[in-house]
């Protein structure tokens, strides 16, 4: 009874001092901004009337989000009373050891785990040997046997299945290749699958198809169309490339995945129903999740470790149902067949032995330009030694067919850009048909073959297993890391290349960004004009063709030799260019989005081509450039910053621009209040510092997805906080100039003390020799060891052995060397009111760790910067270790595509480069009692090579090419910048004990700051102009999604009737993450989740109105939009987001909010409205799946 007391006044307090707080922030709201000029009465009704609003929103929202904060609050207090109840019932009253109060939503979070406890991948790796014993033909498997009667009762079907894998770009560039190669093969294909009907084909890359497309007539578009509709051609994947699995985030694998099946709907009204993946290094669920999701329900590959394959075709498990990790349902399954041998060329696709294969290769027949390496050539198909060279392909079909379940055989013909000549063609058909038709004339030998597609072989292959009652294993976990042979491990390409892997995830937050701020702008537009059209100024159409390009560029560059860096170096750098021509085009999207959408009256709208009215804060100069800040001139005219918030979260963020002035003041453009700021030196050089230009940082506050208003002035001198600076430098003194900044060097004892750093979350200690990190402090006083290291690798010596090289990890046997140069660095620390930092000046590294003075979650974690350059090395790879006390054994978990997280065991009996693995977004070590989690911007190799330790490779520079037919190194290196949070926590209930093959989510607050890291802030700058036209900030979400559920995208599709033009419809993509539940931050997020599957997505979004409304498939295919909710046309709409699923909806929005927009006149009608509608929202339940929002 006194404990219901206490719940009770603790819930009363808690609300009573949060709506204190509102009601006096409200009060502390300035009743107008500072003013610079004589307004006219008629602008000063109207900028008050739009301030007012503006404070009637920002209450709203603070409503909102206090009504969140209260909500959560009120669920832990029942959980903790449940639990106290619980303990009374037991007789009771102390706390049970390791118990967790659970979070709202843990409960079915907790339940994507149940039932996959058992990852069988892993288990497999803990099970083989890897000691690669010479297995005779079939050198990397065993020797195959069969009676000759298994065929007597079920004839062997083998479906031969021609195919022409098509780069996007490897050795040549992705234009190089079509004019020399691809447009011959799809010309020469079209003619000779009209030639004879039993002659089949697939094709896979979309990019060159479309490309293709574009250039042939009416007349050959009729004929593709028809050999397509009779089966004669499929179109497998339907992905804009045959994509990279290891360093593409699933953003990207899904855009170009929808690129392509949407081109394919248009052109060909088509949809996939089999995926092709023969030449990705290595392959993840992640990749099987999405196809599954876009309608596909079979999938073949090929790049596995040679080791796994070899186990799988002993146990008769090349073909599984492949299902996700955290999925205890059949749900995500999808049928997949993986290639039994060592390549998906013809040598290695008919059988076991390639020397025989080989000879089916008509390709190779004497005289032409490829041989067989085994010598023994192909010999043209006569009556004299039909029977001979029959029963010899026969023997490799059997045998082949011995390591899979059914009597049905996919037998693949074809090899990189086969098929170029109309010679091939001729040769593979006529050659093969005469043995096909030599099967059919002999019964006796219980075989049929014929050329067919992959719909033609896994149709046949679920007949014989559904008339056999066969069913097939079911398997989790991924297939990395690859190796082809030996202890070869493609375990380089991880990292090869990093400027342009970090450059590829620019782009992806760029054409986000864009995609969602387009699709608002239609939206408001529409219900500006009332008629569904965009203003007409508005180039609506120009733009749709920049955010189409940019999506091809993207999606161009998740071919597995683009993301991966491993093309040759000209066609990295028209790599670079359509990434770098994408952001460009795509800034100018953002640019005139924003420019309608924050204009007080739209009539001032007007689109300058040469020159937008919004300009970015910073310009990249080239595709091989880092960004650079541009220097924003001040006075005491306001000049209008514009922030870009990308999230669907309410977030704090610290903002950054260069100034010419040495004191700066910010306030919001609306409320004039004042922000908190800091000026910082930008250092021309690691000892100098510039006189003309000046770092402002200021903390901004970002609703979701909205455009802020602050005005930038230049303030008096010596009003605006200034960072102060310390520099350790163990060599002489040095001498530096600052006239504006307090600049001091350590002398004596007291350069041996540790750097120390703190906010009101952590405490950091750094050696004052290097400034790398040493230890770290928690709020709950716990200190963890946790050090930075940097380490070389270098590769094998000797002449004849191999190498590193842009696939390859192969170290040197001393393994990593700890980095040491000449001179000592030198190492700088900033304190400042808004953050602080340690910079350490190494010879081929700048390595930064900050710190931010906040109370969000920014403020809870290290942020850890690294710019590099190893250009002047010889065959090294710079490596960034973390050594911590966290007692994770040998497991550690990295992220796949940043869509889920994969336990990994690091393996004594595999070589070092074995146990490196793709990490996308995040890497995390643990123990029972705390996390150590690194949240990433790029993708990088990561690897846990002794308990407590996490390395990851920042560059590689690599002189020799490693034999996978590149043919060159890498040495193309940049000056290349890469971004990490650190984020430690404690976790409460994690006493169980640390193994098994777990399944895992990173936290909540990791969630978050891997959001802000993935999708910062967007900074524009407004002209410095005194008759600028009245900006209003645009906020289009009354309060933030919950905590765990992630706007993937809002992205215009086309018009279908009229091409490259946007549509009224959108696709509305949503993830609903999975979070570990061991971990609660202290306060709680300023977020809600639930406990339930079902959501309100009227709520969700408002005041953003949905005109329609229907769940599809991932690819927004119309043939995979779900009927029955087409026609739940009236809110509310409730719709079922599952844990770790993303869910995909066609919608048509508006924005039904009133906006004071015109004339002050016709405002005065609309004050009631907002008043009204302030007084529902304070009412109202904002319900989420059983009210967690009210």
């Given at each position: 009874m006194k404990r219901s007391r206490v719940l009770a006044v603790l819930v009363g307090g808690v609300f009573c001092v949060a709506l204190t707080s509102l009601y006096r922030m409200l009060e502390l709201m300035p009743g107008e901004e500072p003013r610079r000029h004589r307004e006219t009465p008629a602008g000063q009704v109207e900028e008050d009337l739009s301030r007012l609003q503006q404070k009637i929103d920002r209450l709203e929202r603070l409503l909102s989000d206090n009504n969140h904060l209260i909500a959560t609050l009120r669920d832990s207090l029942r959980h903790r009373k449940a639990s106290w109840e619980k303990e009374g019932a037991n007789g009771s009253s102390e706390s049970v050891p390791g118990a967790v109060d659970m979070l709202p939503g843990c409960r079915l979070a907790e339940d994507t785990k149940k039932g996959a406890d058992r990852v069988q991948l892993l288990d497999v790796y803990d099970l083989l040997p890897f000691d690669n014993p010479n297995g005779g033909t079939w050198k990397q498997g065993f020797e195959i046997g069969y009676r000759g009667n298994e065929w007597d009762t079920q004839p062997l079907e083998v479906i031969v299945v021609p195919h022409s894998h098509n780069d996007p770009g490897w050795l040549k560039t992705f234009d190089g290749y079509y004019q020399d190669q691809t447009r011959h093969i799809l010309d020469n294909m079209l003619i000779k699958l009209m030639e004879d009907s039993r002659m089949k084909m697939i094709w896979a890359e979309i990019s060159y198809f479309s490309k293709w497309w574009n250039d042939i007539d009416k007349q050959k578009r009729e004929m593709v169309k028809r050999l397509v509709g009779t089966g004669q051609l499929e179109l497998v994947t339907g992905g804009w490339v045959m994509a990279d699995e290891a360093n593409s985030h699933y953003f990207a694998l899904l855009d170009q995945l929808m690129e392509g099946h949407q081109w394919l709907q248009t052109n060909l009204g088509v949809k996939p129903s089999s995926g092709w993946a023969v030449d990705p290094f290595g392959h993840s669920p992640s990749m099987s999740y999405l196809l599954k999701g876009a309608g596909l329900r079979n999938m073949v590959i090929q790049r596995v470790h040679y080791a796994v394959k070899k186990h799988f075709a002993q146990q008769q498990t090349l073909e599984f149902l492949w299902r996700q990790n955290w999925d205890s349902s059949p749900r995500s399954d999808i049928m997949c067949h993986m290639m039994p041998f060592y390549s998906y060329d013809v040598p290695h696709t008919c059988g076991p032995n390639p020397a025989v294969c080989c000879q089916f290769d008509f390709h190779r027949l004497p005289g032409r330009r490829v041989f067989c390496p085994w010598r023994v050539p192909p010999q043209p198909i006569t009556e004299q030694n039909i029977q001979e060279r029959a029963l010899l392909l026969l023997d490799q079909y059997r045998q082949k067919s011995r390591l899979f379940r059914s009597p049905v055989l996919l037998v693949p013909l074809g090899d990189d850009f086969r098929f170029v000549e109309s010679s091939e063609w001729d040769a593979q058909f006529s050659n093969y048909q005469k043995l096909f038709d030599y099967f059919d004339?002999?019964?006796?030998?219980?075989?049929?073959?014929?050329?067919?597609?992959?719909?033609?072989?896994?149709?046949?292959?679920?007949?014989?297993?559904?008339?056999?009652?066969?069913?097939?294993?079911?398997?989790?976990?991924?297939?990395?890391?690859?190796?082809?042979?030996?202890?070869?491990?493609?375990?380089?390409?991880?990292?090869?290349?990093?400027?342009?892997?970090?450059?590829?995830?620019?782009?992806?937050?760029?054409?986000?960004?864009?995609?969602?701020?387009?699709?608002?702008?239609?939206?408001?537009?529409?219900?500006?004009?009332?008629?569904?059209?965009?203003?007409?100024?508005?180039?609506?159409?120009?733009?749709?063709?920049?955010?189409?390009?940019?999506?091809?560029?993207?999606?161009?560059?998740?071919?597995?030799?683009?993301?991966?860096?491993?093309?040759?170096?000209?066609?990295?750098?028209?790599?670079?260019?359509?990434?770098?021509?994408?952001?460009?085009?795509?800034?100018?999207?953002?640019?005139?989005?924003?420019?309608?959408?924050?204009?007080?009256?739209?009539?001032?709208?007007?689109?300058?081509?040469?020159?937008?009215?919004?300009?970015?804060?910073?310009?990249?100069?080239?595709?091989?450039?880092?960004?650079?800040?541009?220097?924003?001139?001040?006075?005491?005219?306001?000049?209008?910053?514009?922030?870009?918030?990308?999230?669907?979260?309410?977030?704090?963020?610290?903002?950054?621009?260069?100034?010419?002035?040495?004191?700066?003041?910010?306030?919001?453009?609306?409320?004039?209040?004042?922000?908190?700021?800091?000026?910082?030196?930008?250092?021309?050089?690691?000892?100098?510092v510039s006189t003309k230009s000046f770092q402002l940082s200021f903390v901004a506050e970002l609703p979701p997805l909205s455009l802020v208003v602050y005005h930038v002035t230049k303030a008096p001198a010596g009003s605006t906080p200034r960072a102060r600076y310390t520099i350790h430098h163990s060599d002489n003194p040095l001498t530096i100039q600052s006239e504006h900044f307090h600049v001091s060097q350590t002398q004596g004892s007291e350069g041996d003390a540790p750097l120390v750093l703190s906010n009101k979350h952590i405490k950091i200690w750094s050696s004052p020799t290097t400034g790398l990190l040493e230890k770290l402090r928690l709020q709950s006083g716990l200190v963890h060891q946790v050090q930075v290291q940097f380490l070389w690798y270098g590769t094998r010596t000797g002449a004849n052995r191999d190498k590193s090289g842009a696939y390859l990890f192969l170290p040197g046997e001393d393994g990593a060397q700890l980095y040491s140069s000449e001179k000592p660095p030198l190492v700088r620390v900033s304190r400042g009111p808004i953050f602080s930092d340690i910079t350490s000046c190494f010879q081929h590294f700048t390595h930064t760790v900050r710190l931010f003075h906040l109370d969000g979650h920014a403020g809870r974690s290290l942020e850890i910067s690294n710019t590099v350059d190893i250009r002047s090395e010889f065959n090294r790879e710079l490596v960034m270790r973390l050594v911590s006390d966290v007692a994770n054994g040998d497991r550690f978990y990295s992220d796949l595509?940043?869509?889920?997280?994969?336990?990994?065991?690091?393996?004594?009996?595999?070589?070092?480069?074995?146990?490196?693995?793709?990490?996308?977004?995040?890497?995390?070590?643990?123990?029972?009692?705390?996390?150590?989690?690194?949240?990433?911007?790029?993708?990088?190799?990561?690897?846990?090579?002794?308990?407590?330790?996490?390395?990851?490779?920042?560059?590689?520079?690599?002189?020799?090419?490693?034999?996978?037919?590149?043919?060159?190194?890498?040495?193309?290196?940049?000056?290349?910048?890469?971004?990490?949070?650190?984020?430690?926590?404690?976790?409460?209930?994690?006493?169980?004990?640390?193994?098994?093959?777990?399944?895992?989510?990173?936290?909540?607050?990791?969630?978050?700051?891997?959001?802000?890291?993935?999708?910062?802030?967007?900074?524009?700058?407004?002209?410095?102009?005194?008759?600028?036209?009245?900006?209003?900030?645009?906020?289009?979400?009354?309060?933030?999604?919950?905590?765990?559920?992630?706007l993937v995208n809002l992205r215009t599709l086309e018009d279908a009737k009229e091409a490259g033009s946007p549509s009224q419809e959108v696709a509305l993509l949503l993830h609903r993450k999975g979070f570990d539940c061991s971990s609660a931050p202290e306060p709680p997020l300023l977020c809600t989740w639930s406990e339930h599957e079902e959501v309100n997505l009227d709520d969700l979004f408002t005041p953003l109105q949905f005109r329609s409304l229907r769940r599809s498939g991932l690819t927004l295919l119309r043939d995979h939009d779900e009927p029955e909710s087409a026609r739940q046309q009236q809110p509310p709409r409730i719709t079922r987001l599952r844990p770790m699923e993303i869910s995909a909806f066609r919608a048509q929005i508006e924005l039904k909010s009133e906006r004071l927009n015109k004339t002050a006149a016709a405002n005065e009608p609309r004050l009631l409205t907002l008043r009204v509608t302030h007084q529902r929202a304070v009412r109202e339940k904002h319900v989420m799946g059983g009210g967690k929002k009210n």
């Open positions: 004339q002999h019964p006796e030998l219980h075989v049929k073959a014929r050329f067919g597609t992959l719909s033609d072989y896994f149709k046949a292959l679920h007949q014989r297993l559904s008339a056999a009652g066969t069913t097939l294993p079911t398997l989790r976990g991924d297939f990395f890391t690859y190796a082809d042979r030996d202890d070869h491990y493609w375990s380089g390409y991880f990292t090869s290349r990093p400027f342009y892997k970090r450059l590829d995830r620019t782009l992806e937050s760029t054409l986000r960004a864009s995609e969602i701020l387009f699709s608002l702008t239609l939206a408001e537009m529409r219900r500006f004009r009332d008629d569904g059209r965009p203003v007409d100024d508005f180039p609506a159409r120009e733009h749709f063709r920049r955010l189409t390009a940019g999506r091809r560029s993207l999606a161009l560059f998740q071919h597995h030799d683009a993301v991966t860096g491993t093309a040759r170096d000209p066609v990295v750098v028209d790599y670079g260019t359509r990434l770098f021509h994408s952001i460009l085009n795509l800034r100018q999207v953002l640019q005139s989005s924003a420019h309608w959408l924050l204009l007080l009256d739209k009539s001032q709208y007007h689109h300058n081509q040469s020159k937008s009215f919004l300009q970015m804060d910073d310009v990249i100069s080239a595709q091989d450039a880092l960004p650079q800040k541009t220097s924003l001139t001040l006075s005491d005219e306001p000049r209008s910053l514009i922030i870009f918030n990308p999230t669907e979260q309410l977030r704090t963020s610290v903002i950054n621009v260069v100034v010419d002035s040495q004191d700066a003041q910010v306030v919001e453009a609306v409320t004039g209040r004042p922000m908190a700021a800091q000026i910082s030196a930008v250092w021309a050089e690691p000892s100098r595509n940043g869509f889920q997280m994969q336990q990994r065991r690091t393996l004594a009996k595999l070589p070092l480069q074995a146990n490196f693995y793709p990490m996308t977004s995040a890497a995390f070590l643990q123990d029972a009692t705390s996390r150590l989690s690194l949240l990433v911007a790029q993708s990088q190799a990561v690897a846990s090579l002794r308990p407590g330790e996490l390395e990851v490779v920042l560059d590689r520079r690599l002189q020799q090419d490693d034999n996978r037919g590149l043919g060159q190194g890498v040495t193309d290196n940049k000056l290349t910048a890469s971004l990490y949070h650190l984020l430690l926590e404690d976790r409460k209930g994690g006493a169980q004990e640390v193994g098994g093959a777990s399944v895992e989510h990173l936290s909540l607050l990791a969630h978050l700051t891997s959001l802000s890291l993935s999708h910062p802030p967007i900074t524009m700058v407004a002209p410095g102009d005194r008759q600028l036209p009245k900006l209003r900030p645009f906020l289009p979400l009354r309060s933030s999604l919950p905590c765990d559920v992630h």
